[in-house]
């Protein structure tokens, strides 16, 4: 092999390097050797492709080769391991690295820092970032598109903002000299074998015919070969930047460069990326970056070429070389010089754009906007590439003074633009709407590179030598115009030792430093705007305006070929081979030639023509007829230029009042005669305007909405540079030079006004009215505008900042997009904003917003040229609310100072044809009725009035000027003219205006109150009076009443319109007043007549829309009888019900932990999210218990033996009926126990002696209540034995009752038998955890917003609503609702409902009755006050379990009794049992079998608890709220009255089925064996016999006696003080002893769970937790002495520094607020929810002494009132510590039996969080914005972030993924309830199941400021305000009862994030 011996052939790679290090030589021809050859690796390809396999698979094989071969290579490259090798070059590298350059892909995030950067395309990664020092640096995040890092890049970044790992590209040491020759030895062949794959490939694609067979293959292979070679290179760059250096110069050196850049032409897409990666990494170094430079600017036409040829700009899809690299190339100072000069940059650009113009022009020589259009996008990239090429200070002064015939060539093509895209007027034939920003777009992007031209013009030498260090304003300011742009950041730099120093521009600075430093207007200005006034003139000609052009075509035809032939002769030879073109040649040999263009046209320009004549010109031109278009760039271009000389002139020189002001502009426009200067130059601007009254008064209506989106874009502040004021700014100079009535006379022409001094009264056309009235606001704006004649920075921006507040408050970004983009970066921005308005820091869901100062009001510009209508009227208005005072009469137009060579302006506002103009409104005013055909409408005469007072205040302020002068306005004032109404004089019309006015009613006022005419006129009288002696005699003769006192006081005019519209606004309240009066008395009249009851109704049905702030709303008495909110219905006698809204919720789940945090993965899968059920709400936490499933397997033989027992048993006490019932069910369900014989018993008869349940349950209650007055009153010591009593008789009962229930619905029973058959898996999950819970969440939530409607109405409306649904009809809230889940909108509040509750409870006769007997303790003393009376709530307990047991109690229970559910509750109840019952079967039963009130008890309990977390919550803070104050009124705001309407439904409800007081009973005696004794109950025969027969029974209820038999120390305190007295007879909840004694209870089960709870955080020793003879000393040794479970108590915030005592009294606080809670509303039950509460206040139980809302003082206020003694007491009390001991080994030995791994959460009372998230929005975009999705392991496209648990999610629906979907993680992590932050978006997405809304972002700039999407991307803080105000609506169950969140609502896939 080519000189390596035979034997070492098949040796390994260090033999071969051995060999090779002896015969260096033979290293090339060992190369091609190594890698396959062509031929093999075609014949892979066809191997593979034969075998079936696809493209990819075939290319795998062929990889593989590919990469064994490069090992091979890599091993010859560094002469050993390539990985030992790569790793001793990166220690190497350690402390020298250069340049950062990772290179980005699409949508990453990166870092602008407008204080590092030089340019605004600069960025750098997140990692170097974080690694520099940018504090208080102005930096911003943006999303990429592309490019690579900066940082490290001196021609980019500054070094100060360099990271600590990138110092600079001088940093980068040469590779070792051994190392380059052994790399450089195998990589020229590498390189060699890579370069003829390449070109064969080129040529292959090229269309080779002889190569026509191997396309494919040909591709393949070098496809393959590249994506190897290039993975090998970028390797290479990640370990050593001298590698990455030396790599570069090899690729360059070799020729490779040329092939490399082309192709991508050839090459697949993903090995294009590849390639475009590393010559990105590879521009880090200098040379490389010149020589790709001079390659790239050869092929660039092509791609250009290629797009015209195609016709459309997807060739940039395809190619996208050009967009990636130009930012690279052309943003780099030093180079783009370079290439400017020597391979004639600019001249290529602009031969681009002159072939892109060509190919979309037609014959006549028009653009073509749709051809344009097509070619937008490329269009715009060359545009943009010559404006990358002109930031560069140098190159603006290179083409203003060296290379005059670029400037000239870009002026040909301006001229190629003016004018595009012209209107016609009644066209018939309505344009595309999308084409019609292209040519805005366009003529913007050159008003950017005019910027940079005049700047460069005006710089003075110094420009060049600060290169390095300026960067133009201009530049800045359009780059950071967007709010977010797209940006390919860049790297690498030019020295000036590689021949690009600026010594090329020696011949320039010499030119420069010629200047004069003390004219302020260099020559280059003169002569850029004497080559702008040529080709102006020649555009003129084309356009034939000047009158002389007799074929307007055939020239226009002619200028075009001439165009065409000189385009070519502005590019150079791209073909050539040298690429160092001497730039000497060049300037000398490149550009337009003028000679040339001179001898194609017919029209040749020595010298100006048109602009030269000396008298004016007589123009004819039509707007309404002829062609027009609103772009004119060359205009512009002069006015810009125009602009910046007054500027230098007049702001910036030093002495402006040395200039001599009468030569400007001859100095300025050489060459022009101020006549035909001011006659063409105004001509286009002027049309312009013209065309733009023409629409905004409706006559260009037939041509659609072209002509009016081009009037809105043409006022439009984005494209301000092309727009209004520039075009008024012209119009204002041609005004200064025109003669005053000639240039007047010309407006009026082209208004097509002239007929309009004719004073014919006859109505005109129907648009006259509008044009007139633009036409005097027009000559307003001339004279009055000061944007570039006279104001300073500050000033403009002060002005611009007034008109945009005095519209509405703004925030920050808001007004700076106002602003146009010179203003809008000025540095003195904030520091005006804060002078001229305030800030108002943002509160709840409102943004930070500026507001204008009042002192500022008084400077509102009425004339602003940018005003449209609707804005100009709410400034108007606005201007009225806040001053007092109409606009219209004090904001008057008024002289100010303006630039000298300017003050002709003044006698345009003075001149004759003015005066006539407003003589001849005021005619028509006078004497034409007032009517829409009038010929001066008030708007035309209010603005004539303006300009008169306009044209009076200019003489006022210039009198000096008038020295022997007569003033045609106020010497002409007293000239009379003929008419048809005798002769009348301006001031004779003034005065009959006048009086017409002041005859009118009082008050009268034009515009909507906006302007007192009469004061205004009678002020401008007295001007006229003042300024002339001949006005003041005719005013004497004719209105003596004005002028009578002006002898003998001063005047003040503005001060007279003031008072005198006060006095008529004053006037005009008064008669306001009046008739407000009388229409409020002709009201009373008419309510006085209508019906009382009427009034009550209608006022008793009136509530707060929403929930969340009903508060006022509670507080009205409203009367019994409701009226339906449907029919409205007062008289009707049918019942009504509340709507309500029955949520399911997790809102305690999320309590008891911990939220999750930002910073690390706390969230759980949402299997465990399904799975995890909040132990607080159980009556025996999460401990699985044993199911039917589950439980022993009983044989036959054992289950027949077992029913024989119980039926003997039952036989003995039981009735006969009820025995034999229950042996029928029995026998019905268990087949094999059919043989049982009932014991001989006597015959059934009726017992007489059976008493209501109501009568038994008052019983039980009395004789409970005289048992224990007797046993206190002896003293007996507590006994809390088990009675004795067998349970069989009541379970006996309770079956019995169960089958004759199945009995009397015996369908019912058959189709539920038949489902069960097989019961299906999910069956018995329900069962898989003890409690009384729903199956997919916590609990049900209960809200309402308080209106009533009829059920049958209700009824009615849904079936209409589903009818609507199914037909797909439209109905309101459609997108909100789901009718097939009975959702629904209230009809007066529009608020969420889904069921209704009866507002009658029910049996009236169970209302909260007082005590039937005297209660235990009649008296009280101030010791017994001081004691715990567990002992009272313990007998309490063991004797009603022993009442309710007693056999007699029980025969008397009328078991016929078995009252269903109400018909009004029936759809409350389906939509409370739904969550209950997972399954349709389980509902089937259900509904029939569980106890209504039971669950209806669990609503309310979990409603309740729910409510007190709540009320933790700040709406505007995260600050906890502990004071019962808020307490009390969050569920009075909340949810109080339909709680207490709830109650009194289940008092009402629980006595009306035998069976279900059977369950109550049952379960008072499972607590009572629990609390009591200690002891789980027996279960006993027949509740075996119940598990066996459970899916007859409601599972509920066997899940309920299981839970109640549970320890009562491993329960939620409050839920067992919940069920504890759901079982209890009814009478006991009315009896403040006893329910205070049952919370003493519980309260001790309280605070064992806190010490418990304690203890298991804080090992100490007994000694250290305190006394040692107290409850907590005892718990201390069990826990310590026994294997206690600790584990089960767990606490998220026990505090480590907390004493004891305060962290258990803390503990007890959640149960002691939900006890304050439920006893208002025990307190309250009894009243009308509606009605007035003071009378029942539960104040006296509280303390209010206490202002201090701290947790222990409110713990303290809660003990009082509830009467529970100190801690101390508690803890030491005897028989507590020894009935907590037999808690406490009760539920040890429980554990013992049944040890799962649930727990108790034992919290203080914690507010409810999401999830803690950092304080900078930035830390979180870092860490999500790339994190893959947890299931398919992707990157999503809008990663949304869940706030409740953690975990990353997306809206957007994926199969793979579904889990992750937001409303499939809502369901199984909130119950249905979502809060998720849209990461890319920074906005809050509330889900409700399938329902959707967008919700304010918690994060606000510095400002105060949302940023949506991170368009702006500055820092964004977290806003508590706001996060708090989300987290209560949270907590509160608000999302589906705020109207601001309905109104964002959509349902299901109506919703687009």
Not at 967 to 977: D, G
Not at 1287 to 1292: K, P, R
Request: hydrophobic share 35%.
């Amino acid at each position: 092999m080519h000189g390596v011996p035979v034997e070492q052939l098949d040796q390994p790679q260090p033999d071969l390097v051995a060999s090779l290090k002896a015969n260096k030589s033979q290293i090339p021809k060992l190369v091609p050797v190594i890698l396959p050859s062509y031929e093999e690796m075609v014949d892979a390809v066809l191997v593979d492709k034969a075998a079936g396999m696809k493209r990819s698979s075939a290319r795998s094989n062929l990889s593989t080769q590919l990469r064994e071969s490069m090992v091979w290579l890599q091993w010859m490259m560094f002469e050993g391991d390539p990985d030992v090798s790569l790793k001793k070059l990166s220690q190497m590298s350690i402390g020298q690295r250069g340049v950062c350059g990772a290179v980005w892909g699409s949508n990453d995030i990166a870092y602008r820092c407008r204080t590092c950067e030089h340019d605004p395309t600069c960025a750098i990664c997140v990692p170097c970032f974080c690694n520099g020092n940018h504090k208080d640096h102005d930096y911003s995040i943006i999303y990429t598109g592309g490019g690579c890092c900066d940082c490290g890049d001196a021609t980019a970044w500054r070094r100060e903002g360099f990271c600590s790992k990138h110092k600079g590209s001088e940093q980068i040491q040469p590779l070792p000299e051994e190392i380059a020759n052994s790399v450089g030895s195998v990589l020229d062949p590498l390189f060699a074998c890579w370069k003829d794959k390449l070109t064969l490939s080129g040529t292959v694609c090229d269309g080779n015919p002889r190569l026509k067979d191997q396309v494919s293959e040909c591709k393949d292979v070098t496809d393959e070969f590249t994506s190897v070679v290039v993975e090998t290179l970028l390797d290479f760059c990640k370990y050593s930047d001298s590698l990455l250096s030396f790599v570069s110069k090899r690729i360059f050196s070799f020729g490779l460069l040329d092939v490399l850049v082309r192709a991508e032409k050839f090459l697949s897409e993903h090995v294009v990326k590849k390639l475009h990666e590393l010559l990105l990494k590879l521009l880090g170094e200098p040379a490389f970056k010149y020589e790709f430079g001079k390659v790239y600017l050869h092929y660039y036409p092509v791609v250009i070429n290629e797009a015209i040829k195609e016709g459309n700009d997807d060739v940039f899809k395809k190619y996208t070389l050009l967009p990636t690299f130009s930012v690279q190339i052309f943003t780099v100072p030093t180079l783009t010089q370079r290439l400017v000069m020597e391979m004639n940059l600019l001249e290529m650009l602009l031969g681009c754009l002159g072939d892109i113009f060509i190919s979309c022009s037609e014959d006549d020589g028009k653009l073509q906007v749709t051809k344009l259009g097509n070619l937008f996008e490329t269009t715009l990239r060359v545009i943009e590439d010559v404006r990358f090429v002109m930031t560069h200070v140098s190159v603006p002064l290179y083409v203003v003074h060296e290379r005059r015939d670029i400037f000239k060539s870009w002026l040909k093509l301006l001229a190629f633009v003016q004018g595009m895209s012209p209107q016609r007027r009644e066209a018939g034939v309505e344009e595309d709407n999308d084409n019609i920003i292209y040519p805005f777009a366009i003529c913007h992007s050159f008003s950017n590179i005019h910027s940079l031209l005049v700047a460069g013009s005006f710089s003075t030498a110094g420009a060049i030598d600060s290169e390095s260090n300026a960067f133009p304003t201009t530049y800045k300011q359009d780059v950071d115009d967007g709010d977010n742009l797209v940006r390919h950041a860049k790297v690498g730099r030019i020295s000036l030792s590689q021949g690009s120093s600026v010594c090329r521009f020696s011949g320039f600075t010499s030119k420069v430093s010629e200047l004069k430093l003390d004219n302020p207007v260099p020559s280059s200005v003169t002569g850029l705007t004497f080559e702008c006034l040529r080709s102006i003139e020649n555009w003129l000609a084309v356009d034939n305006t000047s009158g002389t052009c007799s074929s307007k075509t055939s020239l226009t035809r002619r200028n075009f070929l001439a165009f065409t032939k000189t385009l070519s002769k502005i590019r150079f030879n791209l073909s050539s081979e040298s690429s160092d073109i001497d730039s000497n040649s060049a300037g000398s040999s490149v550009g337009f030639n003028d000679g040339a263009m001179a001898g194609e046209c017919s029209i040749k320009l020595e010298s100006l023509r048109f602009l030269s004549l000396s008298g004016w010109p007589d123009i004819t031109y039509d707007v309404s007829s002829e062609d027009i278009s609103v772009h004119i760039p060359l205009h512009r271009f002069l006015s810009l230029i125009l602009q910046k000389a007054f500027k230098r002139c007049y702001e910036e020189s030093v002495n402006p009042e040395l200039l001599i002001t009468s030569n400007f502009f001859e100095h300025i426009l050489g060459g022009s005669h101020p006549y035909g200067f001011s006659a063409y130059i105004m001509e286009h601007p002027l049309r312009i305007r013209v065309f733009c009254a023409q629409v905004h008064a409706g006559m260009w209506r037939k041509n659609g909405d072209i002509p009016v989106l081009s009037c809105d874009l043409y006022g439009s502040v984005r494209w301000s540079e092309q727009g209004v004021e520039f075009d008024l700014f012209l119009l204002q100079c041609c005004a200064a030079l025109a003669p005053a009535d000639l240039f007047v006379n010309r407006i009026l022409e082209r208004f097509g006004l002239s007929n309009y001094f004719s004073l014919n009264l006859q109505p005109s056309s129907e648009y006259e009215g509008v044009l007139v009235q633009e036409m005097l606001t027009l000559i307003i704006q001339i004279v009055k505008d000061r944007r570039f004649s006279g104001l300073t920075t500050t000033e403009n921006l002060q002005r611009e900042l007034i008109c945009k507040l005095v519209i509405g408050d703004a925030t920050h970004s808001q007004l700076v997009k106002s602003l146009p983009r010179d203003l809008s970066k000025v540095d003195q921005l904030q520091q005006v904003l804060d002078t001229v308005a305030v800030y108002s820091n943002p509160s709840g869901m409102k943004q930070g917003k500026y507001s204008l100062r009042s002192s500022y009001w008084k400077e509102l510009d009425l004339y602003h040229p940018r005003w449209n209508p609707r804005d100009l009227q709410v400034a108007e208005e606005r201007y009225l609310r806040f001053c007092n005072t109409p606009a219209l009469t004090t904001q008057l137009p008024r002289w100010t100072k303006v630039y000298p060579p300017l003050n002709g302006l003044a006698r345009t506002a003075t001149c004759k044809v003015v005066l006539q103009m407003i003589r001849s409104v005021l005619y028509y005013a006078v004497f034409m009725d007032k009517s829409p055909s009038s010929r001066a409408p008030d708007g035309v005469l209010l603005t004539a009035l303006h300009l008169l007072y306009l044209a009076l205040d200019t003489c006022s302020v210039n009198q000096s000027s008038y020295v022997g002068e007569s003033v045609p306005v106020v010497y002409l004032a007293c000239e009379e003219i003929s008419s048809s109404n005798g002769n009348q004089s301006l001031l004779l019309l003034l005065v009959l205006l006048m009086r017409m006015h002041k005859r009118e009613s009082v008050g009268y006022l034009m515009e909507g109150e906006s302007c007192n005419l009469s004061s205004l006129i009678e002020s401008l009288l007295k001007k006229f009076a003042e300024m002339d002696s001949e006005c003041l005699t005719k005013l004497q003769e004719v209105a003596p009443e004005v002028v009578n006192h002006l002898s003998n006081s001063n005047i003040n005019s503005d001060t007279d319109i003031v008072d005198s519209a006060s006095k008529h606004k004053a006037k005009s309240r008064e008669r306001q007043a009046a008739i407000l009066a009388k229409m409020r008395a002709e009201q009373s009249k008419f309510m006085a007549s209508m019906n009382s009851n009427l009034e009550e109704q209608m006022d008793g049905s009136q509530f707060e829309p929403e929930v969340c702030t009903s508060e006022e709303a509670r507080d009205i008495e409203v009367p019994a009888q409701y009226v339906c909110s449907l029919c409205h219905d007062s008289n009707s006698k049918n019942p009504v019900s509340f709507l309500v809204l029955l949520q399911k919720s997790r809102l305690v789940s999320f309590v008891n932990r911990a939220p999750p945090s930002w910073d690390r993965r706390t969230h759980r899968s949402d299997n465990e999210h399904a799975s995890v059920i909040t132990n607080t709400l159980m009556l025996s936490g999460k401990e699985a218990i044993s199911s039917t499933s589950d439980s022993d397997e009983v044989s036959d033989f054992q289950l027949e033996h077992l029913v024989q027992n119980s039926i003997d048993e039952f036989a003995l006490d039981g009735k006969p009926g009820e025995v034999n019932a229950f042996l029928d069910f029995v026998k019905a369900l268990l087949p094999s126990v059919r043989n049982i014989q009932v014991p001989h018993i006597s015959s059934d008869k009726m017992d007489s002696s059976a008493y209501s349940l109501e009568v038994i349950e008052e019983e039980i209650y009395c004789s409970t209540q005289r048992e224990m007055r007797a046993h206190f009153a002896e003293g007996d010591n507590m006994s809390t034995n088990k009675d004795d009593e067998s349970d069989t008789v009541l379970l006996g009962k309770y079956i019995a009752a169960l089958s004759r229930e199945k009995n009397e619905n015996p369908s019912a029973s058959d189709n539920i038998d038949s489902r069960y058959d097989k019961p299906p898996e999910s069956s018995t999950q329900v069962h898989a955890y003890d409690g009384f819970v729903p199956s997919d969440c916590d609990g049900i939530y209960l809200s309402s917003c308080g209106h009533a409607v009829h059920q049958g109405c209700l009824d009615r409306y849904l079936s209409s609503l589903k009818e609507r649904s199914l037909r797909r009809v439209f109905f309101e809230g459609g997108h909100i609702v789901d009718p097939d889940q009975g959702e629904f909108l209230c009809p007066v509040c529009r608020g969420l409902a889904n069921s209704v509750l009866p507002a009658s409870p029910g049996d009236s006769k169970k209302a909260w009755n007082q005590p039937l007997f005297p209660t235990v303790r009649e008296t009280e003393t101030t010791e017994e006050n001081n004691i715990l009376r567990h002992q009272e709530a313990l007998y309490l307990l063991q004797m009603t379990s022993n009442m309710v047991g007693n056999n007699e109690i029980l025969n008397s229970l009328p078991m016929w009794k078995n009252g269903r559910i109400r018909r009004s509750l029936e759809k409350f109840f389906n939509v409370v049992c739904k969550p209950y019952l997972s399954t349709k079967q389980d509902r089937a039963i259900g509904l029939a079998k569980v106890s209504h009130s039971m669950l209806m008890w669990d609503t309310f309990k979990y409603s309740l608890i729910s409510t007190e977390i709540a009320a933790r919550c700040e709406n505007t803070s995260l600050t906890p709220r502990h004071g019962l104050d808020a307490l009390f009124k969050e569920m009075k705001s909340s949810n109080e009255f339909v709680l207490s309407l709830l109650l009194k439904i289940v008092h009402s409800t629980r006595t009306d089925n035998a069976r279900h007081v059977l369950l109550r009973f049952r379960g008072i005696q499972l607590f009572a064996g629990s609390i009591c004794s200690g002891v789980s109950r027996d279960e006993g025969n027949m509740l075996r016999i119940l598990e066996q027969v459970e899916k007859e029974v409601s599972v509920l209820d066997i899940q309920f006696w299981k839970g109640a038999s549970r320890p009562i120390i491993g329960c939620d305190a409050f839920s067992s003080l919940m069920w504890i007295l759901y079982c209890l007879p009814y009478p006991f909840l009315s009896c403040e002893e006893s329910f205070f004694s049952l919370v003493h209870l519980l309260y001790a089960v309280s605070v064992t769970q806190a010490i418990i709870t304690f203890h298991e955080k804080h090992q100490t020793e007994t000694i250290e937790l305190g006394d040692n003879d107290c409850l907590i000393a005892d718990i201390s040794k069990l826990v310590k002495e026994s294997a206690f479970p600790q584990w089960y108590f767990v606490s998220t915030h026990n505090d480590a520094s907390c004493p004891i005592k305060d962290a258990i009294r803390k503990f007890s606080f959640p149960y002691l607020r939900r006890c304050a809670l439920l006893w208002k509303l025990l307190k309250y039950s009894s009243s009308d929810p509606f009605g007035d509460k003071s009378s029942h206040s539960i104040d006296y139980l509280i303390d209010s002494t206490t202002s201090s809302v701290t947790e222990l003082v409110e713990v303290e206020r809660l003990e009082k009132m509830f009467k529970i003694p100190a801690l101390d007491v508690v803890i030491k009390d005897e028989s507590l510590r020894s009935i907590a001991l037999n808690w406490l080994n009760h539920f040890r030995m429980d554990k013992e039996v049944d040890g799962n791994g649930s727990v108790l959460h034992v919290n203080p009372a914690v507010p409810f969080r999401l999830m803690h998230l950092p304080y900078v929005y930035h830390d979180l975009l870092q860490r999500y914005i790339k994190q893959c999705c947890p299931d398919c392991k992707t990157v999503p496209d809008e990663p949304a972030l869940c706030l409740l648990c953690g975990r990353l999610c997306s809206p957007n629906w994926k199969s793979c993924c579904s889990e992750s979907v937001t409303q499939s993680h809502a369901m199984a992590c909130g119950a249905g309830t979502g809060i998720f932050l849209l990461i890319r978006k920074t906005t809050i997405l509330l889900q409700r199941s399938a329902r959707k809304a967008l919700w304010p972002s918690p994060y606000l700039d510095a400002f105060g400021e949302e940023d949506l999407e991170m368009r702006r991307g500055r820092p964004l803080y977290l806003n508590e305000e706001r996060y708090a105000a989300l987290a209560y609506m949270v907590a509160s169950h608000g999302l589906d009862r705020s109207s601001k969140v309905l109104r964002q609502t959509t349902i299901g896939s109506l919703f687009i994030v």
